[in-house]
């Protein structure tokens, strides 16, 4: 489903240039290792026939002058090459940095992601608020458009990094950091936080998801829309439960009188690629596992063991699994 | 191992009360570890300035300035009273040495009760915000240096009382005497940082 | 012990001391320094025990146990990591596990074991008799031993440290972390520290002011040049994280807000602060071993060092350039770019002296007669490990390279690449070097070689996979990673070659046990060195020389042995633990220094800081109760006593002599 993570494998306009960056800096450093590498050997292979190993270790003062006069102008020269290097990869990194700058423009789209722990709040942003929306753990991005990413956090550091993407930018509270991406080929994808932030700092992932951008903003648009009713009898008792249930007090599920805002949002739960922030496929049997025992899957995690019955919980599997 | 004595330091000085001695090397470096000390805390008080869009946090007036201005005097006049007496036991005189001492000790006692006036009457704490959290700490840091220099002044002034000090033997107050001008000299800084800046 | 060092216990003519009369001075008595010098036998000796090499030889034992401590940490995690989703720790215990590893590196291992080689060899090959301060000296071990056992006995009340030892707020303030957790970790590191500020303030002193007579800045060792920058580095740096965690102490314990946001206050003041601090770190760690590579490079290419004064001027300015690098760890935090664009400018910088030295010392070997020991294979290993750490270093000083790889294994690799490559490597090396001086005995070189070979493959095989797992977007700090992320070969890899790296330690263990006891003898010299440690007996007496010498070489062994005869200063006394004061610069003669002698001074007062500091952990009413405790300790130590063989005070001779000094 969800590719494997490559930061060398580029998707966007930052990987890609920062790959090259790499793939150039790789080349430079291998002759660097190389040289310096043939330089010890030669230096220790130099005297191998004059001195038997078993020479006592008797010392030697006779320093040829004419060897010295030699070993300057090469350490000279080395120590030049080195600056010489030095300057070409700062200028090509100074290089990367604007190249990655440029992504900015006036009238791309915003999308703030906050990061809690251990999942991920994602809100599209519009100038309108009533056109703002709220959901989690997953984030969906145009290809071919520059997005500004605002990254916020709710409690500690995190840091958001979609290793395809872009390079990643830490989610500070008290602070908003902002990168521009710009995504270019279309299909799923992993992010993950890149910063340690706690306990269950390894289980805090999502996916990302690339699309086409007509494609992009149809979906944009239909995740507007309130949760849809269900009419199958099993989920009408889901949503009853749900709301009876501590559920409602963590998780919003937008028409329903469900309001928590301390967990993901639930709206639109059964199009999420994944539970649990990335932990697990989005699978009714998994779903399941993970309502009747979450500190199992993620101990530690918020959200708390609710004793449920066998009705309940296969009414709440149905229902969120429905909330397409 | 066959040796040749060539250099016979038999007569020189058993001990180097001289301002280059291993002690005085030795006193520079804690000085410089306790700058680097007060230096990062500046810092942390600058940074935390450039951070916050009003300075005082939570709209409280810049410092009153008239009782810490008294107070500074009163630390530098301390300290001029140390070298003073430092000056004296040069001399070999030991009176001036006791009285010395004393009256520095009692400056600086005189510090600590006129800082804890002034702190008794600010409107925030340590718990406040940010910047009641940076003044109080890096005040209540100088404090505890001039506490020290109490607690240690005491002991090298009952060596004074009991006339150990002469001047050949007369580290232990030049020891003494280089802390407590540094203890003074740091807090110009920190005088000027905590009660002009904010004004600035 | 040839005949010529018998000799060496005998005055020598010129050198005389009155033996028969108690109530005249003695000097140059071979036979009474001994007396004067020795530590008191028993328990109570033991414990009061100040000679720098005592003191030293504990360090670099209590840093050996700790560097094995911090490597079975390393070994669990790997056997965690080495197949996806293992149970075998759980995420809790996992991230005490990374925090504790990274903690007992950096501040229990690293720079200790540094330091005990410097207080060790110092001495020695500066050709004085101990440090200037020997009380402080055993202080500071005292303050370390206990901060580094109390750190591991909170592993086993669970309440070790489990936010990194980076331990960013707020994850590490009281909302997200309650409990007594980070308690440990501010009062530990701030009380571990100050055993490393001591150790550098007094070997900055005794540097600068006991230096054999003679021996101007311009002949001195080069290990001796790294031990002064990386304490002057010190005295700088540490400060920064002490501040630090004063302050989120603060934080915990008496709600002020310097890391909250919500009261003003602002998380990335710590990371400025700490960076400040643990950055040069890094360099404090790296230059000693630069001078241990030094010290090997010069007597196993059995010629005077290639470009001497370039390595001199590299290291000074490594200690300036690695204050300006600090931001390079705050990268992806968001700080402007003009900024960050001048932090990767200095970061890139600071590879030319590193790259003037690896260059000057294969220039040595090239221009001399390589003999390949183990200590020289050692260097080897760290030239190949180095570089490659070097290198990869250039790459994360680029902003963008490193928003890609930063906080993920490909740093985990370079940081060991460099710290392993450019510290453990030397150490080793050092061991193998210096193990005859103070042993007496040789280490074993064919279990040198199996020690040597074991590291650098295991070494390899541990941490080269590890680049790989950084591009696959392996974060660090992860206690467990799923199948389907395909990181499982690299890390079975890696795994593998963490217990090729502990084979490695074993052979060094056997190595050293074995050869304690029924080594060969090493004799005073076994390598034909240049510096002045091997003039003395192996191990040294507890004067270290029986006679000060007097240096008019840069390689006085070297260039001294053509004569066979050592010009030495005499007229030193031996009844007490007098050394010769000399000049910062020129080392022209100044003066005498009369040393403290042993003393539990230094035990009470650490004692004292320890109710204060690992009491406050509990209850802030410890702090004053360990400061009183400690002010009367220093009260105790610094009280002159009126004993005629107590130094520094009443000698009956005082004032005819000063009078004669003040007038020349």
């Not at chain 1, 500070?172 to 710009?182: D, F, H, K, L, S």
């Not at chain 1, 599920?253 to 059964?270: E, N, S, V, Y």
């Not at chain 3, 001391?17 to 328990?43: A, E, K, M, N």
């Not at chain 3, 950084?470 to 963490?498: C, H, Q």
Request: glycine share 8%; hydrophobic share 50%; net charge neutral.
């Amino acid at each position: 489903m969800m590719q494997v993570q490559s930061a060398l494998d580029p998707a966007g306009a930052g990987s890609a240039s920062i790959a090259s960056l790499w793939w150039f800096m790789f080349a430079i450093g291998t002759v660097v290792f190389i040289g310096v590498m043939v330089a010890t050997a030669w230096a220790f292979v130099r005297h191998r026939r004059a001195t038997p190993a078993a020479e006592p270790l008797a010392f030697d003062k006779r320093v040829d002058d004419a060897d010295d006069k030699r070993a300057s102008r090469v350490v000279g020269i080395a120590a030049a090459t080195t600056v010489a290097i030095l300057i070409v990869t700062f200028a090509l990194s100074l290089g990367t940095s604007r190249a990655n700058a440029r992504l900015a423009t006036e009238d791309g789209a915003e999308i703030e992601i906050v990061g809690v722990q251990w999942w991920w709040e994602v809100r599209y942003l519009d100038s309108l608020p009533s056109r703002v929306v709220r959901t989690a753990n997953e984030l969906h991005l145009p290809a071919g458009r520059s997005v500004r990413l605002k990254l916020r956090s709710r409690d500690v550091i995190h840091s958001f990094w979609a290793p395809n993407l872009h390079g990643k930018m830490d989610m500070i509270p008290g602070r908003e950091n902002t990168i521009w991406v710009r995504a270019d080929r279309p299909g799923t994808y992993r992010a993950q936080c890149a910063e340690f932030c706690g306990l269950q700092h390894t289980r805090m992932a999502m996916a990302v998801v690339i699309h086409e951008a007509p494609e992009y903003d149809a979906w944009l648009e239909s995740l507007r829309a309130p949760a849809r009713i269900q009419s199958d009898s099993l989920a009408i008792a889901g949503a009853a439960a749900f709301v009876r249930l501590p559920c409602a007090a963590c998780h919003m599920i937008r028409g329903t009188d469900a309001l928590g805002q301390a967990g993901p949002d639930l709206t639109h739960f059964a199009r999420r690629l994944t539970i649990a922030a990335g932990e697990l496929p989005n699978t009714p049997a998994n779903l399941s596992a993970w309502l009747a025992n979450p500190q199992a899957i993620k101990p530690g995690n918020h959200m708390p063991n609710v004793s449920l019955s066998p009705a309940d919980l296969s009414a709440l599997v149905a229902y969120l699994s429905g909330l397409q | 191992m066959n040796v040749r004595a060539v250099l016979d330091v038999r007569t020189l000085s058993p001990y180097s009360y001289r301002n280059d001695g291993a002690l005085w090397w030795g006193m520079m470096g804690m000085i410089v570890i306790e700058s680097a000390v007060f230096a990062m805390l500046a810092a942390s008080y600058f940074y935390l300035k450039t951070q916050s869009a009003e300075w005082p946090l939570g709209g409280y007036d810049a410092p009153k300035l008239l009782l810490p201005s008294i107070n500074t005097g009163v630390l530098i006049a301390s300290s001029l009273v140390m070298h003073w007496a430092d000056k004296g036991v040069a001399k070999n005189d030991q009176r001036r040495l006791r009285v010395g001492m004393i009256v520095a000790a009692l400056l600086a006692a005189m510090f600590l009760v006129l800082k804890y006036v002034e702190y008794s009457d600010v409107p925030y704490r340590w718990d406040t915000n940010a910047y009641g959290s940076i003044v109080w700490t890096i005040i209540g840091f100088h404090s505890v240096h001039v506490m020290v220099l109490l607690a240690k002044t005491m002991v090298v002034a009952t060596l004074a009382m009991r006339g150990y000090f002469d001047p050949y033997r007369r580290l232990g107050v030049i020891i003494n005497g280089m802390y407590w001008h540094f203890v003074v000299a740091v807090w110009i800084p920190l005088y000027v940082m905590l009660y002009w800046s904010p004004r600035w | 012990m040839t005949g010529e060092q018998q000799a060496a216990t005998e005055p020598t003519p010129g050198v005389g001391g009155d033996r028969h009369d108690p109530s005249t001075p003695r000097y140059d008595d071979v036979s009474q320094l001994h007396d004067t010098w020795s530590t008191p036998p028993g328990i109570i000796g033991w414990l009061s025990a100040v000679n720098h090499r005592t003191v030293g030889l504990r360090f670099i034992i209590t840093a050996f146990v700790f560097l094995l401590l911090g490597g079975l940490l390393a070994l669990v995690m790997r056997l965690q990591l080495m197949s996806p989703d293992s149970a075998i720790l759980s995420a809790d215990r996992y991230n005490q596990f990374f925090t504790l590893h990274g903690v007992t590196m950096m501040f229990l291992f690293a720079v200790p074991m540094a330091e005990g080689f410097a207080i060790y060899v110092t001495p020695l090959l500066i050709g004085t008799r101990d440090m200037a301060f020997p009380r402080l000296n055993a202080f500071g071990y005292y303050v370390y031993l206990i901060g580094g056992v109390a750190l591991y006995v909170s592993l086993f009340l669970d309440v070790a440290p489990d936010a990194g030892w980076f331990n960013y707020p707020t994850l590490s303030g009281k909302t997200y972390s309650p409990g007594a957790r980070i308690d440990v970790y501010t009062t530990i590191i701030t009380f571990v520290e100050v055993s490393a500020l001591v150790a550098a303030v007094e070997l900055v002193a005794t540097i600068f002011k006991q230096r054999a007579p003679g021996m101007s800045l311009s002949r001195m060792p080069l290990f001796v040049w790294a031990i002064l920058i990386t304490s002057l580095m010190i005295l700088f740096a540490m400060p920064g994280v002490i501040v630090a965690s004063v302050m989120l102490a603060l934080d915990r314990m008496a709600d002020t807000h310097f890391f909250v946001p919500s009261g003003g206050g602002d998380p990335l003041l710590w990371q400025h602060l700490f960076w400040w601090f643990g950055h040069p770190e890094v360099y404090i760690i790296l230059v000693p071993g630069l001078g241990f590579i030094s010290s090997i490079v010069t007597v196993f290419s059995r010629r005077p060092m290639f470009g001497y004064t370039a390595i001199v001027l590299s290291l000074i300015a490594t200690g300036i350039i690695s204050f300006g690098l600090w931001v390079h760890h705050m990268f992806t935090t968001g700080v402007p770019e003009l900024g960050s664009s001048f932090f990767t400018a200095a970061s890139m910088l600071i590879a030319i002296p590193a790259g003037v030295q690896i260059f000057c010392w294969i220039a040595t070997i090239w221009g001399g007669r390589p003999v390949l020991r183990t200590p020289l294979l050692f260097v080897i290993g760290f030239i190949i490990v180095f570089v490659i750490g070097g290198i990869s270093g250039v790459m994360v000083a680029s902003v963008q390279f490193d928003s890609q790889v930063h906080d993920t294994y490909f740093v985990v690799a370079h940081l060991h690449y460099v710290l392993f490559g450019g510290m453990v490597f030397p150490t080793f090396g050092a061991f193998y070097y210096w193990f005859p001086k103070i042993v007496g005995r040789m280490l074993s070189e064919r279990l040198g070689k199996w020690n040597f070979w074991l590291l650098l493959i295991g070494f390899n095989v541990t941490f080269f996979p590890m680049h790989q797992l950084g591009f696959k977007g392996m974060p660090r700090r992860v206690y467990s990673y799923d199948d389907a992320m395909g990181w499982g070969a690299e890390n079975l890899i890696a795994t593998v070659g963490s217990w090729i790296v502990a084979a490695g330690m074993l052979v060094f263990i056997v190595n050293v046990i074995r050869s304690w006891r029924n080594g060969e003898v090493a004799g005073d010299d076994p390598w034909n060195a240049d510096s002045l440690e091997w003039l003395t007996p192996s191990p040294p007496p507890q004067y270290n020389f029986a006679h000060i010498p007097v240096i008019s070489s840069r390689w006085p062994l070297w260039d001294q042995d053509r004569a066979g005869v050592y010009d030495v200063v005499s007229g030193i006394r031996s009844d007490r633990r007098e050394v010769v004061v000399t000049s910062a610069i020129e080392a022209d003669v100044q003066g005498l220094s009369v040393l403290a002698r042993p003393s539990l001074t230094p035990l009470a007062l650490a004692l004292g800081c320890s109710v204060a500091f690992v009491g406050a952990i509990w209850s802030l009413i410890w702090v004053p109760v360990g400061a009183v405790l400690a002010y009367l300790a220093m009260a105790v130590w610094h009280w002159p006593v009126h004993d005629e063989r107590t130094p520094p005070w009443r000698t009956p001779e005082r004032d005819p002599r000063l009078d004669s000094t003040e007038s020349t």
